[in-house]
């Protein structure tokens, strides 16, 4: 058991607000490069507790890595890269991919998949729409101030940015997005980001073409 676990029942055992028995430590989970995840019960969702940084899909066909900036401004197809481009980005914020890579439905191990708008709703349900219960604590990652980060839930999340127009980078440690599967239309999905400078919980639509984080979270009726 990983000190952050310690932590979250630490927690949950002296406090009730936003957190309960459940929020506990279930094991882990191998991706198709055999990258391993730890994974939390947070209500009654089984998540991963990193973000994804596997560069194959689950049943083993590589996804296309993408550096240049003007190519990837043009993508329709799916692709992925590391933030700045540094593979040392890699252990800490797993890789940025495209919406193109989130609608093959395979980019999570099998049993687990892309979460949905529902599944992202349910955990802002459970976390009273505050950010903070989702975010790492301190400044190792985040930038100050960190806005009421105290992770109760063991989620950790990690501001792994984003890249955008013109293939550009945003900064690290200031905000982390994360794809939803659904709901889109031509240019648009939608994603959840969390920020440096507030708690806010939010869900926003966003252009296909930009990269951002995956965490993965495990079928209904699987746990």
């Known amino acids: 058991m990983t000190s952050r676990h310690l932590f979250v029942l630490l927690f949950c055992s002296l406090f009730t ?3 309960d028995k459940e929020n506990t430590p279930e094991g882990t989970v191998k991706d198709a490069d055999g ?4 994974t939390i019960v947070i209500d009654s969702q089984l ?7 596997t560069t194959r899909y689950n049943d083993g066909t590589p996804i296309v890595q993408i550096t240049d900036n003007q190519t990837w401004d043009t993508l ?9 481009n540094n593979p040392e980005n890699k252990e800490s914020y797993g890789a940025l991919y495209n919406w193109h890579v989130v609608k093959t439905g395979k980019i999570c191990p099998a049993g687990w998949h892309v979460p949905t708008y529902e599944d992202w709703m349910a955990l802002s349900t459970y976390v009273q729409n505050d950010g903070g219960r989702l975010k790492e604590q301190g400044t190792t990652h985040w930038t100050f101030p960190n806005s009421q980060a105290n992770n109760v839930t063991g989620f950790t999340a990690l501001p792994g940015s984003f890249r955008g127009f013109n293939g550009r980078f945003g900064e690290l440690g ?19 980001g969390l ?14 073409l930009f990269g951002m984080s995956v965490r993965c979270v495990r079928d209904a009726g699987t746990m």
């Open 17 to 19: 607000l936003g957190c």
């Open 174 to 192: 200031v905000s982390g997005y994360w794809w939803s599967d659904g709901p889109y239309n031509g240019y648009w999905g939608v994603a959840t």
């Open 47 to 53: 998540w991963m507790l990193e973000n994804l940084k």
């Open 35 to 38: 990258n391993v995840y730890h």
């Open 76 to 84: 329709t197809i799916p692709a992925y890269c590391w933030h700045g």
């Open 195 to 208: 920020y440096h400078n507030d708690f806010l919980f939010d869900m926003r639509s966003t252009p296909k």
